[in-house]
């Protein structure tokens, strides 16, 4: 074999960068599962607007929706008719077919009211700590939503 | 009791005449439901055509500024300034603001170069004009401004790529551009409105948030001398229609056929 000390020093060298990542991570424990924490008011309120389930897979597809549902139809509030009433679609002019299958997750709040479609209003009225609820999830993942660098977070109280 | 054909005769002409006179006073009545719907309603206000006067001659100094502060506090606008704290032009964001005749009105002022002192050393207040035909929709080339069925030249912040087509495309610099993170320049953010991010552009939305809750806008209700009038152009009744008939009114560079929806009485 020829130049075999350039060629064994090389593959060692490049084994060594392929497997940088596991070797110096190795030892290090997982990093902490991610603990969202509800604040009070979202607790005692008891349930979200979309069921929990619904919630934890598809709130970005919710927010999704509401911000096109606001911006661009004008249509501010969710189709939650007040009493509880089965949930009718308001002011919908070309079918927005992802909305009618999330309105069978939605939940009637404690006064089957309706709500504003607002983040900022709405959303972290409730869930009045970005830090430990929606960071704590999104950190984990390693994900970074650009709503925030709009979207006003609510003060974190020490 | 007989029911003779003279009794017949007269009941039908009866019914006649109030059948045919139905959509007279229909319209009569109408006029006067239409005025009194026009006012804004809490829950959702709608209409055809928003449309604001301003009555310039009311219009006082003090009352530009605290029109000016209540849009920009409510919308999070921010006050760029220069490190010597002078306004830094070139950066500038603003949804209202004021200037004098001629820099708002170019047209008038060349075809009247001989103006009042009172009107050559007024400011007047200046926003995004709503237009029938806005210039701005038409070259966005995401959609991100459009124009929403009331009227309103709304833009979606989501989809804006900072592109600038629209400042370009808008003829009275009703744009403005974020060069960098506005909010440092953000005196008090209002934690009910998002601000903007780097790269957008933002103008004047007449306060559709504030229109879904039946509120007039922030300026509006800022000067309370009712110098400011805002309202349905579509209804008769309505505030800026009555207004409408009793002035002459101008608007801003109307040769270009933008179709401005905002008027001025000088």
């Given at each position: 074999m020829y130049d075999s000390g350039k060629i064994i020093t090389g593959l060692v060298i490049a084994i060594v960068i392929l497997t940088f990542p596991f070797w110096w991570n190795m030892g290090s424990a997982m990093p902490p599962a991610p603990d969202p924490k509800l604040a009070d008011k979202a607790k005692a309120a008891g349930q979200c607007i979309y069921s929990k389930a619904y919630m934890k897979t598809s709130h970005m597809q919710v927010l999704d929706d509401w911000r096109n549902m606001v911006v661009?139809?004008?249509?501010?509030?969710?189709l939650l008719q007040p009493g509880g009433d089965p949930i009718e679609m308001q002011v919908i002019k070309e079918g927005r077919s992802r909305l009618m299958a999330a309105t069978n997750h939605l939940q009637l709040g404690a006064k089957g009211s309706q709500y504003e479609m607002s983040l900022q209003n709405t959303c972290m009225d409730c869930h009045s700590s970005k830090k430990e609820f929606c960071d704590q999830c999104h950190n984990y993942a390693s994900v970074s939503p650009f709503c925030w660098d709009c979207h006003v977070e609510p003060e974190e109280k020490k | 009791m007989g029911f003779d054909r003279r009794d017949f005769l007269k009941i039908a002409g009866i019914t006649a005449v109030s059948l045919g006179a139905k959509p007279a006073l229909d319209a009569v009545l109408g006029d006067t439901a239409q005025a009194e719907t026009q006012a804004l309603r809490p829950g959702v206000s709608k209409a055809e055509t928003w449309a604001m006067v301003i009555d310039t001659r009311k219009l006082t100094e003090e009352d530009i500024h605290k029109a000016i502060e209540a849009c920009h506090s409510e919308h999070n606008v921010p006050d760029i300034r220069l490190p010597n704290h002078e306004v830094n032009i070139k950066e500038e964001v603003k949804w209202l603001w004021a200037d004098q005749f001629d820099h708002v009105f170019p047209d008038h002022s060349q075809a009247f170069p001989y103006l009042s002192e009172e009107v050559e050393e007024k400011q007047f207040l200046a926003l995004c004009n709503h237009c029938t035909e806005p210039p701005c929709v038409r070259v966005c080339p995401t959609k991100a401004t459009f124009k929403r069925p009331d009227g309103i030249v709304m833009m979606d912040m989501h989809r804006c790529i900072g592109c600038r087509f629209c400042m370009a495309g808008c003829p009275y610099g009703s744009r403005s551009f974020n060069w960098g993170d506005p909010r440092p320049w953000i005196r008090k953010v209002n934690p009910k409105y998002p601000t903007r991010m780097k790269g957008v552009v933002e103008k004047c939305n007449f306060c559709a948030e504030r229109l879904a809750k039946g509120q007039f806008p922030a300026c509006v209700e800022a000067v309370e001398s009712g110098a400011l009038v805002f309202g349905?152009?579509?209804?008769?009744?309505?505030a800026v229609r009555d207004l409408l008939r009793k002035h002459n009114v101008i608007r801003r560079k109307p040769s270009l056929g933008t179709g401005p929806n905002v008027y001025y009485i000088i």
């Open positions: 661009r139809d004008g249509v501010r509030y969710t | 349905d152009l579509s209804q008769p009744g309505s």
